[in-house]
């Protein structure tokens, strides 16, 4: 006697001469064996199902068996299926597939024909995100500031708004291009030029903008980036070499008109609007920042010895209005004179006055010019 024990979690497929006979359920099972051979493959109820090689098989050599023990999923080679096992989701069957699930199980399958539908439906893309590998389907995130462009075997199809799109890639090459539709920087460092004077310089430059037309972005350029790069230096060096040095670090903080305009044009073409070019640094030789130093040296200082003789002159020509006063004017001239007593007893300790004010005025100035 053969003595096999069917545990409940499990499924037994019995085997006779390396034949299927029949699928055990729970319980103790005991076969004679008479110059037989019998084998057994415990199927676990985690598995549900048959393994899709083993699925093939059995169908082609034991389809009345397969009637009798099992429920049969077969697609077609333009269909995928979504399959719910007791309720529950458990996998996504391939194009072509053959899969056979016990039969007193509830089973639900959901057909779909990818070669009609090549976007997977939002409702499925949970049940997508639970299986821990998938074959067949291209998962793509669209940021919230972005635009999304779809292109399927290489041409444009339509544009996706924020969030996730997964896609069938069964019978089609697709390709999610995001687009960021915020202004961006684009910086250029130390960017060696010559200005008209045959002065070898170097720049920083800083480039604001924003994508206002992702497609022309995506198709008018094969790098767009390193194409604004480019246009972009090309302006600036089209704008120093136009200028003398003075003229660059009188004007270095924004491009001519003209460059800019050109620069602007060239840019629209690949769908970029320029929000502003900053030229933040101008660096000049060695030799050369020490003769520019020395001239704003010298500039500073001639302007200080203006400042100076105005002001000398200015005083001046006060002393002289206030003598013509008091030459005018006796009694401004006898206030003066009390003035500068004030002054003069502001420094003295002690003074003792004899024979009235009038002999200490005559005693400290005499307004004829002579001293006593």
């Known amino acids: 006697m053969f003595t096999i024990d069917v545990k409940e979690n499990e499924k037994v497929l019995l085997y006779k001469d390396e034949k299927f006979v029949k699928v055990l359920d729970v319980g103790v099972h005991r076969i004679f064996r008479w110059l037989r051979h019998y084998s057994i493959e415990r199927i676990f109820r985690n598995e549900y199902s048959l393994s899709t090689k083993k699925s093939e098989t059995m169908l082609k050599m034991y389809p009345d068996k397969v009637e009798m023990y099992f429920q049969k999923v ?30 007193e199980l509830d089973i639900k399958v959901e057909k779909i024909n990818i070669k009609e539908q090549m976007k997977v439906d939002d409702r499925h893309i949970k049940y997508v995100d639970r299986l821990s590998k998938v074959d067949g389907i291209k998962k793509t995130i669209v940021d919230k500031n972005a635009i999304g462009y779809l292109f399927v075997n290489e041409k444009f199809t339509y544009t996706l708004e924020a969030g996730r799109h997964y896609f069938y890639t069964d019978f089609y090459d697709v390709d999610v291009r995001g687009i960021d539709t915020r202004i961006k920087e684009l910086e250029i460092t130390g960017q060696e030029l010559l200005s008209k004077d045959k002065v070898t310089l170097r720049c920083n430059v800083t480039l604001h903008y924003k994508v206002k037309d992702g497609m022309k972005y995506l198709t008018k350029a094969e ?35 003209e460059a800019y305009e050109r620069f602007y044009i060239l840019c629209e073409l690949i769908g970029v609007k320029v929000a502003a ?32 003789r105005r002001e000398e002159t200015a005083a001046t020509r006060s002393l002289l209005n ?38 200490v005025m005559n005693g400290l100035v005499d307004l004829r010019g002579t001293s006593k």
Request: hydrophobic share 40%; no cysteine.
């Open 277 to 308: 070019v900053y030229i933040k640094d101008i660096i000049l030789p060695g030799e050369m920042r020490e003769i520019f130093n020395q001239v704003i040296e010298a500039t500073k200082r001639a302007e200080a010895n203006n400042i100076q």
């Open 74 to 103: 077969q697609l077609s080679e333009d269909e995928r299926a979504y399959v719910w096992v007791d309720g529950n989701f458990v996998e996504l069957l391939e194009a072509g597939t053959v899969k056979l699930y016990f039969k």
């Open 322 to 359: 206030t003598a013509k006063l008091m030459k005018d004017n006796p009694a401004l001239a006898r206030l003066k004179e009390l003035e500068s007593l004030e002054k003069i007893t502001q420094t003295v300790g002690t003074l003792n006055v004899y024979g009235g004010l009038e002999n």
């Open 223 to 257: 790098d767009p980036k390193e194409y604004l790069y480019k246009q972009l230096q090309f302006a600036i060096r089209e704008h120093m070499g136009a200028l003398e040095v003075d003229e660059i670090v009188a004007k270095q903080h924004r491009l001519n008109d």
